[in-house]
């Protein structure tokens, strides 16, 4: 029996936490019910679910929901009996039995009553259902009743589900008020809108349905929020998570359903979540505080570990030695299993999306389908957490904006039905997320015209800017293209934040479009923030770790060749690695400090260190006589690669990330903090805010031309003053151009074509295997995973001779006959030289010398089929 | 009615400055410290205490103050959690003075401008004047220009 208040409201607790668990797993065997209505497994389950939930409110004499809860068992009784068959109004009607179950919980949750909405109206529909000729749809009177009723519960909820508010919610939280103090009036005006017809069934279904939406308050989204999250969460847990959905949420509409619920996959959810009842008892349910009271200790031992593994390092016969070596390795054991407690997959936050997609779609009437790819890659529960929300915005974004409407689709020859595709993987230490419509696309035209309005851009500069830097501009504060702000999305707030709450994160965010094709956003975030190995290296005495995710190798010059090595184009050092240019960053410089005591600036004074990562002595810079090296850490930074320079490269660490204090967050080119093993607090360097310092970034995320350049000698002559026919491309955001003469033919070939042969990638064009040479930045790029894309590559056909080579490049812009003027002269390796074309600075493409290097014995690497390949 | 205040007090350049003792962890003699490059002048570095990274402010730069003389050390004044995790670097540390709250008046308008703003009050003792920091914004740097 209850005995005490204390014992009661654990019960409840408890109850709580399950029910609302059941309602998200009851959200996603409707929609996969909806799809797939004589699943009687699912049936089976659900009908389970609200038996389960009857059965407890009894217990617990919550009258309300125990008849909800029974009304609804006993529809789903007739439905797996076979009595019935399951249609869009029943399952309408569950779903909003779902939503109505929760908003009682949340009641229930807050004043530990079961609010005083009025349930009749569900009710008797329910009843109705029950009967094996409805049709099933709710009229249209139910809906705005109901919406009412929810929103003056809501109203009074919202004040008690308030929690802490997470600080990093830029939206105040009197905006969820606001948004609250609407709902009632766009509840008033829902009625007239909505005419009753019985003969349109989809039209008044879809009315009740956009009536439903007309209404929804934020703090009902917070009350569900309470039931999002992973396996292992807390009331405490939930409470938090509801205050942070509140205030983000002030736009209504899907938003309750995003918070709430975890919407069923497209096909059939994995085994695991079934009703097998052994799958139960092999987790428990834990606190998340406690596990992350856990991970900090962990962290504490890793430091500790450290220094101890140091001490013992000095005497490797002692006893000590060898104990502390077991305390290595069993904290390296423990510490990747804490590590794992707090890896969730992704599917944790994707398994919403479907329900969020589909009520979208219904309240916009477009159609979409939801295609997840790789909901099984694994993240840390805190990175989960930070994007959920992001990620939640983009998904509403591209169904509110990118996704046409059915007739838009079918007039432009598109399937009526648009794909959103969600795609998860590991690459390179990070989880790269995108989502990718092959919905309108964005209007870059439009985002121009709009920031111009804003006062964002001036007309000039937008004039003037390139596609890639355009679709940047979403980025920016308060944009929004939307013509009238819905309750979906088009508030304005949206990119900004979510780009701020990645890079928060340490991740970026990027975005490619094609008008009319559809748009593409990705997202890279680091596996891990808290335990990462890391690389030490000392810069005139200071020293700084760099993680180990960023690095990419390593290079020690000495002597001479530390002096010859680095070319410098203006102004910018660069260091040929293997035949691709490298900027250089030097470090030193970059942070600003004391120069090296010698004068030029690819000597680096450091001592000798061994290269094997013996720490270096007195790195004070003091100039060896004999011998100078240089230092270099190839780092990447997105998607560029350039290398840090550096006094000496010591040895890899295990360190604990700790954050910066608020005085020096802000200083992009450090990413935290940590202590080392002889108790030395070092700062971690964060590659990208390096990168962006030195401007081998620019500020979006794009390219500087300056880095491609090498002085290299050629004695190709420059020609000047004729008029040719040039074929204009884009390279990199730059325009380059090719004689007419020297292209064959132009190409588009699909990257799905792109094969492998030996160290070069080729296609098959007209009975031959033709080498590809990719003419711009991108050259290298693995074209592995593209092989299920449609994207194709843009290809000019070059014959030298017999032999054919394709060469790749970002874009064929004109074919114009122009006089040629070389403006400027340079000594690149790639290039004739320099002119203006069409007012814009154009490169001269030296083709003959580019494919020499590329390809030296052209007549090995082009054979005609079936003589085999390569003689 | 008199209310009690316990303060913590230390000296900047001859200066008298006080803290409640509420917004004090702990006073620390000198730590060495990693530099921050880029970081505002005014952030001296960090420090190692017990596992935890805390960020170094100099008070005397805080002020706009000359520097310290070159051997002398400077004292450790921790400030308390809610503050995040931050240390005033200050000359030395004081006695810790039980004073009336009542009889804290408001900054004479001939103070230094540097002060201004950081200071909330002063007290008068014997023969000189102790200045009330204000802790929250003696700490925010945010005005300042960080490289």
């Known amino acids: 029996m209850l005995d005490t208040d204390e014992e009661q409201n654990e019960l409840i607790q408890e109850f709580l936490v399950e029910c609302y668990e059941g309602l998200d797993k009851l959200d996603q065997d409707l929609l996969t019910l909806e799809e797939d209505p004589r699943n009687t497994e699912i049936l089976s389950g659900i009908f389970r679910t609200f038996h389960t939930i009857k059965g407890t409110a009894g217990f617990l004499a919550f009258r309300k929901l125990e008849s909800v809860a029974h009304q609804a068992e006993n529809l789903l009784s007739k439905l797996r009996d076979g009595a019935l068959v399951m249609n869009t109004g029943r399952a309408d009607a569950l779903l909003k039995t779902v939503d109505t179950l929760r908003a009682i919980l949340a009641s229930i949750e807050s ?29 249209s009177g139910v809906a705005p009743a109901t919406a009412t009723a929810e929103a003056t519960n809501e109203a009074s909820e919202a004040s008690a589900t308030r929690t802490t508010a997470e600080a990093s919610e830029p939206t105040p939280t009197s905006e969820p008020e606001a ?40 703090s009902l989204a917070a009350a569900q929020a309470a039931a999002a999250g992973g396996a292992a969460s807390a009331a405490g847990a939930d409470e938090d998570e509801g205050a942070e959905a509140a205030p983000s949420v002030g736009k209504a509409s899907g938003n309750k359903k995003k918070e709430g619920s975890e919407a069923s996959v497209a096909t059939s959810t994995a085994p695991a979540k079934s009703s097998k009842p052994n799958a139960v008892d092999t987790s428990i349910r834990v606190d998340v505080n406690l596990l992350d009271s856990i991970m900090n200790l962990v962290g504490e031992l890793v430091l500790t570990r450290n220094q101890i593994v140091q001490h013992t390092a000095t005497d490797p016969s002692s006893a000590l030695a060898a104990t502390s070596q077991r305390l290595n390795l069993i904290t390296s054991d423990l510490q990747e299993g804490v590590m794992k407690t707090r890896m969730q997959p992704i599917r944790n936050v994707w398994s919403k999306f479907p329900r969020v997609v589909r009520d979208l779609t219904t309240a916009c009437g477009k159609r979409a ?26 998904v509403r974004n591209s169904v509110d904006h990118g996704i046409e409407s059915v007739e838009e689709r079918v007039a432009a020859g598109k399937p009526a039905e648009g794909t ?72 304005g707030v949206g990119m900004d934040v979510v780009r701020t709450n990645i890079e928060k994160i340490g991740g970026t965010v990027d975005i490619q479009s094609a008008k009319g094709e559809g748009t593409t956003l990705r997202i890279k975030i680091p596996l891990t923030l808290a335990i990462i190995p890391a690389l030490l290296v000392t810069v005139d005495g200071c020293r700084f770790a760099i993680p180990q995710v960023s690095l990419i190798e390593l290079v020690r010059l000495e002597g001479e060749r530390a002096r010859d090595a680095i070319e410098e184009v203006h102004g910018t050092p660069v260091y040929r690695l293997r035949g691709e240019l490298l900027p250089l960053v030097d470090l030193r410089k970059e942070l600003g400090l004391r120069p090296r005591p010698e004068i030029d600036h690819a000597g680096a004074s450091a ?112 020609r000047g003053g004729q008029v040719e026919t040039l074929l204009l491309l884009d390279l990199d955001e730059n325009r380059a151009a090719i004689p007419l003469s020297s292209v064959a033919r132009l190409e588009e070939i699909p990257v799905a074509e792109v094969e492998q042969s030996g160290d070069f990638l080729v296609t098959q064009y007209r009975d031959r295997i033709m080498p590809l040479v990719w003419l711009g930045r991108t050259k290298g790029r693995p074209v592995s995973r593209a092989a299920e894309s449609d994207e194709r590559l843009q290809v000019i056909v070059h014959a030298s001779g017999e032999q054919h080579v394709g060469l790749v490049v970002d874009r064929i812009h004109d074919i114009v006959d122009a006089s040629i003027v070389i403006e400027r002269t340079t000594n690149r390796a790639d290039t004739l030289g320099s002119a203006v074309v069409q007012g814009r600075v154009t490169d001269l493409l030296d083709i003959a010398g580019i494919v020499h290097r590329a390809i030296p014995n052209l007549a090995r690497a082009t054979a005609p089929r079936g003589e085999g390949a390569r003689a | 009615m008199s209310r009690p205040a316990q303060l913590c007090t230390f000296t900047v350049a001859d200066t008298l400055l006080g803290l409640e003792v509420e917004h004090v962890q702990e006073v620390l003699r000198f730590h060495e410290m990693a530099r921050v490059p880029l970081a505002s002048e005014t952030i001296e570095g960090l420090i190692n205490l017990r596992g935890q990274i805390v960020t170094a402010i100099d008070m005397r730069r805080r002020f706009s103050l000359p520097p310290r003389v ?70 925010d740097l945010a005005p300042m220009e960080t490289a």
């Not at chain 1, 079961?114 to 009229?139: A, I, V, W, Y």
């Not at chain 1, 009753?196 to 956009?210: G, I, K, Q, T, Y």
């Not at chain 1, 389908?369 to 939640?392: C, F, H, N, Q, Y």
């Open chain 1, 111 to 139: 004043s530990r009553s079961e609010g005083d909405e009025d349930c009749t109206e569900l009710l008797d529909n329910l009843k109705r259902l029950q009967q094996p000729d409805q049709d099933g749809f709710l009229s």
């Open chain 1, 179 to 218: 948004g609250l103090g609407h709902s009632p009036e766009t509840t008033a005006a829902a009625p007239p809108a909505i005419v009753p017809s019985p003969a349109s069934l989809p039209d008044a279904v879809a009315a009740a349905r956009a009536a439903r939406w007309a209404s929804p308050p934020p």
């Open chain 1, 369 to 394: 389908s939801l295609v997840m790819e790789g909901e099984e890659t694994e993240l840390d529960r805190t990175i989960l957490e930070a994007i959920k929300d992001p990620l939640t915005h983009m």
């Open chain 1, 420 to 491: 959103l595709k969600l795609r998860a993987y590991h690459e390179g230490g990070q989880v790269n997320l995108e989502l990718i419509d092959d919905g309108r696309g964005i209007d870059i035209d439009r985002v121009k015209e709009k920031a111009v309005e804003r006062g964002l851009l001036t007309r000039d500069k937008a004039g003037r800017m390139s596609e890639r830097e355009a679709l940047q501009l979403i980025f920016l504060p308060g944009f929004s293209t939307a013509q009238k702000v819905t309750n979906v999305s088009g508030r």
């Open chain 1, 607 to 718: 001592p000798m260190s061994a290269g094997t990562g013996v720490p270096a002595g007195s790195s004070e810079g003091e100039a060896s006589v004999s011998e100078t090296s240089l230092n270099i850490v190839v780092l990447q930074a997105d998607d560029r690669q350039y290398g840090l320079i550096v006094d000496s490269v010591n040895d890899t660490e295990e360190i604990v990330v700790k954050p910066l204090s608020q005085q020096i967050r802000d200083i992009p080119v450090y990413a935290g903090a940590t202590i080392l093993g002889d108790g030395r607090v070092a700062l971690i360097l964060d590659s990208i805010g390096i990168a962006k310092r030195a401007h081998v970034l620019d500020e979006q995320h794009g390219h500087k031309q300056a880095r491609e350049e090498a002085p290299v000698v050629t004695d190709a002559p420059i």
């Open chain 2, 70 to 139: 070159e051997d002398q050390r400077p004292m450790n004044v921790v400030l308390s959690p809610s503050h995040g995790s931050v240390s005033l670097l200050v000359d030395d540390i004081g006695d810790v003075l039980d004073l009336d709250d009542q009889e804290m008046e408001s900054p004479p308008a001939t103070l230094d401008p540097a002060f201004q703003d950081l200071i909330r009050g002063v007290y008068k003792l014997d023969g000189r004047l102790l200045l009330m920091l204000d802790p929250v914004k003696a700490i």
